[in-house]
T-cell receptor
Framework: IAGITQAPTSQILAAGRRMTLRCTQD?????MYWYRQDLGLGLRLIHY???????GKGEVPDGYSVSRANTDDFPLTLASAVPSQTSVYFC??????????????FGPGTRLTVL | GQNIDQPTEMTATEGAIVQINCTYQ??????LFWYQQHAGEAPTFLSY??LDGLEEKGRFSSFLSRSKGYSYLLLKELQMKDSASYLC??????????WGAGTKLIIKP
């Protein structure tokens, strides 16, 4: 693999179900991020991780959890999905060691529909 | 609060020049990014500005005025493939990106 991969590509989920969105990068980036993108709104940060073993809350963390057991993987879990979590989810990574100028690289996204 | 403003939609003609503006109010400033996002795809990096002035990269240029909280992305010699959304984002005092809602650019032949 090259870059960032996300799985699944899309998913329809019943409300109340648990769901894990997967994200894997092979660029050895230390920082990883989860965003949601909704029509008419900017990308909103859900959770982030500056390095393996640490995570932090973003702008909209409620209803979501993450873990960062190693450098490459950063799964996002919805413990009990609700319709307001219907969105496109993007995972991103960056080499934060270089300072503020390092851009974020994005995965292809997961389109999630909660009914 | 933190806020990034950019026009919702713009239309331009193939071969022409278009300027997409972005104004921001954020807690701290550690640089401004422009990304391009084609429909149904992921955002991809275009430019980064941290000092005032113009950064040129081929057909695309980006300008920053920190005192005015203002940036623009200039696209020259427009091509049909430039039809996309253009996202402005500011890195705040916590080194997190604050994103604008994006400007959808429509290119007409």
């Amino acid at each position: 693999i090259a870059g960032i991969t996300q799985a699944p590509t899309s998913q329809i989920l019943a409300a109340g179900r648990r769901m894990t969105l997967r994200c894997t990068q092979d660029m050895r980036h230390n920082a990883m991020y989860w965003y949601r993108q909704d029509l008419g709104l900017g990308l909103r940060l859900i959770h982030y991780s500056n390095t393996a073993g640490t995570t932090g809350k973003g702008e909209v963390p409620d209803g979501y959890s993450v873990s960062r057991a190693n450098t490459d993987d950063f799964p996002l879990t919805l413990a009990s999905a609700v319709p307001s979590q219907t969105s496109v989810y993007f995972c991103a990574s960056s080499d934060a060691s270089g300072g503020a100028s390092n851009e974020q690289f994005f995965g292809p996204g997961t389109r999630l529909t909660v009914l | 609060g933190q806020n990034i403003d950019q026009p919702t939609e713009m239309t331009a003609t193939e071969g022409a020049i278009v300027q997409i503006n972005c104004t921001y109010q954020t807690s701290g400033f550690n640089g401004l990014f422009w990304y391009q996002q084609h429909a149904g795809e992921a955002p991809t990096f275009l430019s980064y500005n941290v000092l005032d002035g113009l950064e040129e990269k081929g057909r695309f240029s980006s300008f920053l005025s920190r005192s005015k909280g203002y940036s623009y992305l200039l696209l020259k010699e427009l091509q049909m493939k430039d039809s996309a959304s253009y996202l402005c984002a500011v890195k705040d005092s916590n080194y997190q990106l604050i994103w604008g809602a994006g400007t959808k650019l429509i290119i007409k032949p």
